[in-house]
């Protein structure tokens, strides 16, 4: 059967029940494959139920969680993994679209590279920007597209298209929430001009509405799970990154971001370049959202 793809568009307290309609109804059938595509933030397949039995499906029972997609498609998780990713996404959207105009498209992901680019790290910058969300790399190349004209898109080009497109579809929906609004501006002020980083950490099974508002508006990414902090033994945590769009404007001068996270006066020397990424010795990278909410005004 197909996959279910947009879990994550069904309301919270209906997926349990959808789920649980799969795990009777459809687990059992001989022959069918059942694969759903969600956002573990946005997802809750399972309601504990001691007197009648679990509703739902429960992770590792009845089914399995196999893959992230975000393995993949995340320039910070594997740079090598994403680039390929995207260069084979986007050959696949320009080879139909000229094709269907009968012009003849790029053989290969070399040629899309050396046709459309100034140099690979052009495309490398826009699977930087695009932070793991496909939809966001097309529109950002779009309009770097457009801004190159018939020239081929150079890094500039890729930098300009991505601030263009966050401000367009981003910045617009998270100005509007006040709140949302004025967490994101002391994110960037914490994290990006006093660290000169582009992650912070969030303990796990942190519930807060503007954190779920930014993450929803794709300008808060998750990067990685269950991290530990040197300060902090005995905690698990999660790394959120924070939306290229935020600090692209900040790039080549003095509060450009250095590296993904904080890592102290020790940090070495290869971190010195965005978005170079070590998840073994993390510093003062915890977001201390109390001192947020204290200095909001009541």
């Known amino acids: 059967m197909d996959p279910y793809d947009e879990w994550s568009e069904i309301p919270l307290d209906l997926q349990p029940y959808l789920a649980d309609l799969l795990r009777r109804a459809v687990l059992p059938t001989r022959g069918i494959t059942v694969k759903i595509a969600a956002i573990e933030q946005r997802s809750r397949l399972l309601i504990p139920e001691a007197t009648v ?16 997609l975000d393995d993949f498609m995340v320039f910070d998780n594997d740079e090598a993994k994403a680039v390929a990713f995207f260069k084979a996404l986007v050959l696949k959207h320009v080879q139909a679209a000229l094709e269907a105009e009968g012009i003849v498209p790029p053989r290969n992901v070399i040629e899309l590279i050396s046709q459309g680019f100034t140099q690979g790290a052009a495309f490398d910058e826009v699977v930087r920007a695009c932070e793991g969300v496909p939809r966001d790399a097309i529109h950002i190349l779009s309009h770097a597209a457009q801004r190159a004209n018939d020239e081929t898109i150079s890094v500039n080009d890729v930098r300009a298209a991505a601030q263009q497109w966050y401000q367009a579809s981003k910045d617009a929906a998270v100005s509007a929430h006040d709140k949302a609004k004025s967490l994101l501006l002391w994110i960037v002020d914490k994290v990006i001009k006093e660290r000169q980083t582009k992650a912070f950490l969030l303990e796990a099974g942190t519930r807060d509405v503007l954190i779920d508002f930014l993450y929803d508006e794709r300008v808060l990414h998750v990067l990685r799970k269950g991290m530990s902090a040197k300060d902090e033994p005995g905690k698990r945590f999660h790394v959120y990154g924070i939306d290229y769009g935020c600090y692209v404007d900040l790039i080549n001068t003095a509060k ?19 978005p170079k990424t070590d998840f073994r010795s993390i510093r003062r990278c915890v977001l201390n959202l109390p001192e947020f909410y204290q200095g909001l005004p009541n």
Do not use: C, K, Q
């Open 256 to 274: 450009a971001p250095r590296g993904l996270l904080d890592l102290g006066e020790d940090a070495p020397e290869y971190l010195a370049t965005v």
């Open 53 to 68: 039995g679990n509703i739902g499906l429960e992770l590792g029972a009845d089914v399995s969680a196999a893959i992230n």
